[in-house]
């Protein structure tokens, strides 16, 4: 069992940065692909980033490319989300999430556990 807190949500200005953290419980962290997840009202759950179990392979969603960058500390266990250059369109709740598979997804059903989500808003 995985439990993850996220941290770092907030109000940003467009162009602006913010750092997403996500704390996560247990001795297994460095077994779980991690990743972040973003939801805006009235949109489903889409993949934003993900990283492999030792931090090596990333994935990043088309729109947040050359923006975001995720990174993982498994000795501290913990997994970041770095954004730069925001824009209103990445107003959304921002979700941490655990897979206990090998490989890297992108679909929510492959997640195991899931964070209770960050607000994340950037004014025009």
């Known amino acids: 069992q995985v439990q993850l807190v996220e941290s770092g949500g907030g109000l940003v200005q467009a162009g602006g940065s913010l750092k997403l953290s996500c704390a996560a419980s247990?001795?297994?962290?460095?077994?779980?692909?991690m990743g972040w997840f973003r939801q805006a009202p009235g949109k489903e759950r889409d993949i934003v980033a993900a990283?492999?179990?030792?931090?090596?392979?990333?994935y990043y969603a088309d729109s947040v490319k050359g923006r975001f960058t995720i990174s993982r500390d498994n000795a501290k266990n913990t997994v970041d989300l770095q954004m730069n250059s925001l824009k209103p369109e990445d107003t959304a709740v921002y979700y941490c999430?655990?897979?206990?598979?090998?490989?890297?997804?992108?679909?929510?059903?492959?997640?195991?556990?899931w964070g209770q989500g960050t607000q994340v808003t950037v004014s025009s």
């Open positions: 999430a655990a897979d206990s598979d090998l490989a890297i997804h992108s679909t929510e059903t492959s997640y195991d556990y």
């Open positions: 247990g001795r297994t962290f460095s077994r779980y692909v």
């Open positions: 990283i492999s179990r030792s931090g090596i392979s990333t």
